[in-house]
């Protein structure tokens, strides 16, 4: 998983930004910075894989850091991000990797981080080779049991517990929900909500619901919510 810095100096910005990033299976650990000085300190001391730059920063300009990061032998991808749509040619004169507006909209960052997540081939064979086995371990009472991922329904966190529900039964583990959603063929199985991974082979049914989300049908029957910032992602998997 990569690991990003927000360089922007409002700090209702950075938080919005960082609950979307957080949402995002390839993102790793998040680190701020509200000036050049701070995002220059981060990216010398820490390994950042990925930026997200305001081009504006006080009486600062996100272009003079882009700038400096060309001179760093490991530099890290940066993505702009940012308020105002007529830097758009400056930004990838300066080999940004993507530029995105604000507000900002999960589905767009999704796609930004997919980009600096193609360019990271750090640790990509043992990745696809977890994806590629057909088959899952789950702790669950004090044993381990094998199930076949084509038989997974849906995945969720109840209580701390991590529930998997499959054709035949369900399982409670303590495994982690995005340990578990990195073992999985992310063509199949999408991360619908905070709490939610679903199959989407075994989508029913799909419901407008209050508030903009959604709601789906499972083929076992079972509701599952889509909340707000993942509808975007669930339309395009589900070629809506």
């Known amino acids: 998983m990569m690991q990003v810095l927000i360089v922007d100096d409002e700090p209702l910005a950075r938080g919005e930004l960082k609950y979307l990033l957080a949402q995002n299976k390839n993102v790793g650990s998040i680190l701020e910075a509200d000036s050049i000085g701070n995002a220059k300190q981060l990216i010398v001391s820490k390994q950042i894989d990925l930026i997200f730059l305001d081009i504006q920063l006080g009486d600062e300009n996100g272009f003079e850091l882009a700038d400096q990061i060309k001179k760093i032998s490991k530099r890290p991808q940066i993505i702009f991000a940012t308020a105002y749509d007529q830097y758009a040619l400056d930004a990838f004169n300066a080999n940004a990797l993507d530029y995105i507006l604000k507000p900002f909209e999960q589905s767009r960052v999704d796609e930004a981080i997919e980009k600096g997540a193609s360019t990271n081939i750090e640790g990509s064979d043992d990745a696809n080779k977890s994806h590629n086995n057909p088959r899952i371990s789950i702790t669950s009472e004090d044993k381990t049991r094998v199930i076949n991922k084509q038989d997974i329904i849906t995945v ?85």
Do not use: C, W
């Not at 039964?169 to 939610?196: E, G």
């Not at 989407?200 to 508030?211: D, G, I, M, R």
């Open 156 to 240: 969720y966190v109840e209580n701390g517990d991590l529930i998997v529900v499959t054709k035949r039964d369900q399982f409670r583990t303590k495994q982690a929900l995005v340990h578990f959603q990195n073992l999985l063929d992310p063509h199949q199985f999408l991360q619908v909500h905070r709490s939610f991974l679903i199959n989407l082979n075994e989508v029913k049914a799909t419901e407008p619901s209050f508030n903009h989300t959604y709601e789906l049908t499972m083929t076992d029957d079972n509701k599952v919510p889509v909340s707000r910032s993942f509808v975007n992602a669930m339309k395009r998997a589900l070629g809506m």
